[in-house]
Structure formats: C-alpha cells, structure tokens
C-alpha cells in the first residue's frame, strides 16, 4: 500500500471474545473413523485483528460470480469455494460484511448458517472429517459497504460509472463469503457481469468475455494463490490496453475521465516492463504471469494498493512522473514483498511495506535522484525527540499499520541490513528471500533467521534496535 494521506481511525473488526462458538461436538460413525467434529475458530488466529479469517479449514480456489448494477448499488453473487478441513468439522466460519445470504450449501446438500457481526457460521448437514476436501457455495445479494479502515475510506467504493473494490487489511468480506487472512491464500476465478457498455477488470488473465441481453461477462483468472485482500475489481468505463511483454500479459485500465492526469498515469503505466526488470535484477523472477495497473476517478480514494497482479492507484498519486513512476515502483516491489510472501501476521507488516520503500530508495538512485545514502540520510536527519522515532515498527499496532515510521524506518531498517552485512550478502538474501519462500506465508523471524544464515552474522541486536526499541537509533 502506498498512502497520499494516512488517518487514524477506529479499527473495524476488533471485536475481542464476541462470537465464540461453543456448538457442542457432532458425533459420527459411519463407514470411517467415528469424527468428534468441532466448529472451527471464528479467526485465523491474529492478535491485530481476532475475527479475520477462521480456523478449521483451507480454502483452496474461489469461483466467484457476480453481477453488479451502478444504478442500484446492488451486487448479486454467487460464491463456490473449494475447501480442505484441518480438523473434524460440525461447523465453520466464513468472513462477510452486510449483504443477505440466501443459500448455502455443502458438498451439494443444503446447509443451515447463522450471521454474527462480520461472522457466517455454517452447519453442514452432516460434519466434516479432517482432511476432507468439499464445496461450499452461498448465493447472496446486497450493496456492498465502504468502509473506514487503517487506510481511510476503503473496501467496496460505489462510484459514479460503476464500482471500485480496494482495501487492506479488511475488503474481501465486502463483497464475497472469504477466509479473509493472508494465511489462507488461493487461486481465482472473479467472473463479473455488468451492463455492456462498462468494462470490468480483475486480476490474473482475462480469459472470456460474452454479452447477452445488455450486459456483459468478463471472466478474469489467477492462477497463483492470493491472499483475499489483493483480489480487486474495478467496473466502469475504462480505455483498456492489452499487451505482453517479457513473458508477462498486461491489462491497464485508466479511467477516461481524468484527463491530464490519466495522461501522466498512463505514461508511467507505460514504463512497468522497464520497472519489473529493474526488480527481477535485485528480487529475481517477477512472481506471476500477468502484470498492469488501474486507476479510477474516485475522489474519495487516497491510496494505492499492490493487488495481485494488477495494483490499484489513487489519482492523485499521478501528479507529476516522479510521483507517478515511484508509486509504481512500490506497487511493483510489493508483488514480490506482500503478494509472492504473503504474511503470517499482520504485524509484520514492515516486511511488506519496508522492503517496497526501498525499492522506490533503489529506482530513485538508478534516475539520479539521489543515492540511497541520501535518502536513508534525509530520513536519519529527523531530530531524535519526533514522535516519529517512538513507533515500534515490529510491532505498531493494528491501527498503525500504515504509519509513514513503518515505511520509512522500514526501508531504513533494510538499509542498515545492507551496510551490516555488504552488497554482497544483501543481494543474496534478497533472492534468498524471495525465491525459498515464494508462495508461503512469512514471519519477521523467518527473515532474521535466513539473513543471518546467508551472512553468518549474528544480527540480533540490529533488529531489535531498528524494529522493537522505541527511540532513534544511534547512526554514525
Ligand atoms: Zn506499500
């Protein structure tokens, strides 16, 4: 993510103990294994944000159709989710904003379900074994919700020509059933119909479009999994360019409204081919097939995010090239940092937005902007005594995950690795990074632990004194 402005405002979701399930265990014997199926965890387990995701099971690929109509607000879908249980299940959760539900059903057979708050608890007619792989799949209609996040305004924004769907932590629920936490990634089908005359744009590849009665149907699929929050989608009218290059399909999408604005975006649009092999020479192999960027007049919008494949970016952020060309960059960087290495906890979040910080350190001294020195010494100029300083970076809290110290002592904490251990092991912990852990959830630990691996420093109190001690360390 990358903010133009980051305001403070109450979490939603934190609703600590509300909704404990405590169903009694289903038990029974049929041709296997007697089960004692329990209902799984109302949350994936993440202290920052307890009821996001759930416990029990693994959502393996969402099918995803929906129809939505910019005159009514109103989005109608349906949902099909491949599934694995992780234990004997009588009952489990899935995350889902707002919106009526109107079916459910498991492996074929209808099932019951209850709504708490943010929670859809689902009974199947019969419990589930551990291991087990089965179907869900919930019909549901609704106006989707924007909402007031770490991020300012975000989730499911109704625009003028159509809708926009942009978030972090918290989006996915807005518009469909979802084990909403990165720890629980999958592939995609986002199959959109709306009225014919809007285009409508997801991540991955576009593999089908039809029309039919005044509306059309775009089929988008990704094929490598994704933590929910990067799923996008974006409808309305948009001037959309279709290209490949370098072994990756692009699919840009620039509102035709922005005038001057969409003119600089789509020259920095222009230059993503240029931007991911500046990055595979440091990151190694960009992670995914498709590649290209969105950006839709909405006012309201203030930030950008690095959704899979396809990043979504506020206007404003196109203001001039350099602007333009270095949110593109981060966005890019995070495909990588974020997307191919999602996070196990939010609370690492550094990891994500450190590492995309840099990489824009790293372009900008490519353009002669600077060197990274002088980057990492305009932020070290900071009197000791600012409140920037006191932020805990490993650990700043749920409403402060996107705090300016997160990125910029982020990228500073990188920094400092780089002179510790020399370009030499820095670079071969970047590629390290990226290339062993490509498709896996990640720690702050796990990072520690490889670089001090690769360096065979013991970096201990380098990392303590950048990302858990409140105070301006001591530079030379
Ligand atoms: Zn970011």
Redesign the pocket.
Known sequence: ??GTRRVGVAVLGLVLGASLLTGCAATTSGAGRALTAMPGAPGIGDPYFPLDGNGGYDVTDYALDVAYLPATDELTGTAELAVRATQDLSAFNLDLVGLEVRSVAVDGAPATWTRDGGELTVTPAAPLADAAAFTTVITYAGVPATLDDPLGVAGFFHTDDGALVVGQPDVAATWFPVNDHPLDPATYTVRITAPEALEAISNGVLTSTTSAGGMTTSTWRADEPMAPYLVGMAIGEFDVRAYGQGGIRYWDALDPALGETGAVASASLARQPEVIAFLEGMFGPYPFAAAGGIVDDVGELAFAL?NQTRPIYAPSFFSDAVSGDVVVV??LA?QWF?NSLPLARWRDIWL??GF?TYAEWLWNEGEGRGSVDEQFDRIASIPADAAFWTLRIGDPGPDRLFDPAV?LRGAMTVHALRTAVGDDAFFRILTEWTGRNAGRNVTTGGFVALAEEVSGQDLTELFDTWLTTPQKPDLP
């Open positions: 993510m990358a690095e981060h966005e995070h974020g994500n937005e995309a990125y």
